[in-house]
């Protein structure tokens, strides 16, 4: 079979989360996740990037059954979770595993590393006896580069990194089809951001486990992954193989997000993201959701089609592909080469 004709490892379908809020006497909807469709494929590690509130964390729990879909669906290993309950979705849950952003909230700070992985086992593997479970809790947390005598240590009495590996062996220990990877290094100090991501990478080779791994960083999404897909306020405007999207950005938001990104001589483009409102997931749009910040918007004159029509996702090449009504246009660079 090919890569994609085999039953991918997780299959998001027009998703939509919204939540009810009240404003004072109002009542509105955040528009989390607004329109979404995503594939991870078998042993494929896909970053979904964006800026803080674009909807990231919103998809992860949604996937992980923390928040009820509002429409659309989503499977895993061919099987749709969307609905699931019960002993279905309790046999389902070893299939999708998580890791959070925040090591010290996602653990309890009294267990120590063996009873953390244990747990999980136990639950999800009850065909290991308890000699097996032991030996696959030591595998996983060596795996993960916790040696045996960090093993019997409590979570207060570790660093924030080995708190991650601990959730991360945690998680892989049940050889799940899909983690997701919610920010698991960017709360960390620098210098041990490469040792877990050299991590998720080695567990991805020895494992086969597909990834779904969230961050705003784009840079790091273009390294990491073998995919990128771009968020914008709930909806993906672009994707495609990560390497080719900072390449040749085609969506004016990706571009804005490339401009930021620091070159290999330490300049920048641009300084700063954007101009104009942040985005408001409770704010009605009709067309595009990214014409009131966008450069391009505003270089072609405001067109009206940007105000009316949504636009869609549309391949402008294989694996790469753009919702944007005038990517095409050259009118940004040239504007900007008017400048410099
Ligand atoms: N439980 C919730 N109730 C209401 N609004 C929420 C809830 N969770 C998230 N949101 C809103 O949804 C949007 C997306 O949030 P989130 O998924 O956390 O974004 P990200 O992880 O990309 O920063 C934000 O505007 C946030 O305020
Ligand atoms: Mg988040």
Known sequence: MTESTRTPAADIT??????????????????????????????????????????????ARTIMRLHEATSGSISIGGVDITHLGGRKLRAMRRDFQMIFQDPFDSLPANSNALDVVAEGLAIHRRDLDSTARRRATLEALAACGLPANVAG???????????????????????????????????????????ILRVLLDLRERLGIATLFITHDLALAGVFADRVAVLYLGRIVEQGVGAEVIANPAHPYTRALVDVMPRPDGRRTARALLPGEPPNPTAAITGCRFAARCPLFQA????????????ALRSISADHAVACHFSDTTVLSTAKENIA
């Not at 109002?26 to 990037?49: F, Q, S, Y």
């Not at 990194?161 to 709360?187: F, N, T, W, Y």
């Not at 072609?300 to 636009?311: D, F, N, Q, V």
């Open 14 to 59: 027009d998703l939509y989360v919204h939540f009810p809020i009240r404003h004072g006497r109002h009542r509105l909807v955040a528009r989390a996740v607004d329109g979404v469709n995503l594939t991870v494929r078998e042993k494929e590690i896909v970053a979904l990037v964006g800026e803080s509130g674009c909807g990231k964390t919103t998809i």
């Open 153 to 195: 240590r409590r979570m207060f009495e570790l660093s924030g990194g080995q708190r991650q590996r601990v959730a991360i062996a945690s998680a892989v220990a049940v050889e799940p089809r899909l983690l997701v990877a919610d920010e698991p290094v960017s709360m960390l100090d620098v210098s041990l951001r490469a040792g």
């Open 300 to 311: 072609l004159g405001s067109p009206e089609r940007c105000t009316t029509e949504p636009p």
